[in-house]
């Protein structure tokens, strides 16, 4: 069974992918046809939002929910 998402390295920069960066000299990619990559790192990205949206707004109150 592979892992979550599978991110390919390379020393060149890749073509026909759903998300590339470079870092460190390297490029790091999700390939455009591995659609359970795309889905799994679109969902962290997705939840990253939403803690960085919460953080920033102050102003309104934080939902808790009891344990009783």
Known sequence: MRGIF?????????????????????????ANDDQ???????LVRDLFNLQIKMLSDRSTPIMTIPFS
């Open 36 to 42: 359970i990559s795309k889905k799994a790192f679109g």
């Open 6 to 30: 599978r991110v390919q390295r390379g020393a060149l920069p890749p073509f026909g992918t759903g998300l590339s960066v470079q870092h460190g000299g390297a490029w790091y990619w999700i």
